[in-house]
């Protein structure tokens, strides 16, 4: 049973156990996906149905960050753990990799998957990088053909939200992989474009506060979050 969170619903389960039941998925027939939303997703989610649904609509719904773990834990409804979806797929590939498993990478500005793909290559030996595209295209269709072409088991869907579900939700099926994770800015982490906030920051539950100074003009996106709190709160006393 999930987990509500003003009307995302989150999987409650452990690293690991998410890492197990992705595996497990990557070995079923069809296409599955999992999405990591954060409270600005969430947000987004209650002004925006067809968002909600694609949420909703994934087999494996993981809280990104403290915030999501906050706002379960004040509703009464605690979750396990955070599972950032950058961490996430980190465990993932490892596992990709004992296996031969392939992957591909869409997402980012041009130039940046090819540069993620060489960097996870050599970081994941036995890992397969089945192909890559930018995330800047015009026509969906074509690029599920080229996954398809691929033969990609995985798929790394990094569009930003929510863009990147909707895009898992409309296309997966054509794409012919088996499981599609959508997490938003990792690539530019992979590539070295960005980097990610040292441990001290997020053990903190302060990896939101190191982005904001490293790129202030997340401060519109970032107006979510006390929003989210405030939201928290008004649930909760509704309860
Ligand atoms: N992006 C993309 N296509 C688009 C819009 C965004 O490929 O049409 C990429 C963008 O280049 C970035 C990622 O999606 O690599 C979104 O990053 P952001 O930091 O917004 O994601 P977050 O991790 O905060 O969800």
Redesign the pocket.
């Known amino acids: 049973m999930r987990i509500d969170v003003l009307g995302v619903g989150f999987d409650n389960v452990t690293m690991a156990e998410a890492v197990d039941h992705a595996f497990a998925l990557i070995h079923e027939e069809g296409a599955h996906y999992v999405v990591t939303p954060n409270p600005e997703i969430v947000e987004v989610c209650r002004e925006d149905p067809a968002a909600k649904a694609a949420v909703n609509g994934a087999d494996l719904v993981l809280p990104d960050g403290i915030g999501v773990i906050k706002g379960a834990a004040m509703l009464g409804t605690p979750l396990k753990e955070k599972t950032p979806g950058i961490e996430f797929a980190g465990h993932l590939m490892e596992r990709m990799a004992g296996e031969g498993l392939s992957l591909y990478l869409l ?3 041009p130039g940046v998957a090819e540069t993620a793909a060489k960097n996870l290559a050599e970081k994941h030996p036995g890992l397969v990088i089945a192909g890559s595209h ?3 295209f015009k026509e969906d269709a074509p690029v599920a053909e080229a996954i398809r072409q691929s033969g990609a088991d995985v798929v790394f869907v ?4 929510p ?1 990147q579900e909707l895009w898992m939700k409309q296309n997966g099926p054509a794409t012919g992989a088996h499981l599609l994770c959508g997490l ?2 990792s ?2 982490v992979f590539a070295g474009v960005v980097e990610r906030a040292p441990r001290f920051w997020s053990d903190h539950g302060l990896e939101w506060f190191y982005r904001l100074c490293k790129e202030p003009k997340r401060i519109g996106r970032m107006m979510k979050l006390p929003l989210f709190l405030v939201h928290v709160g008004q649930e909760k006393r509704r309860k």
Request: charged content about 25%.
């Open positions: 997402g980012a500005k930018d995330g800047y990094c569009l930003g939200a863009k938003g800015g690539l530019d």
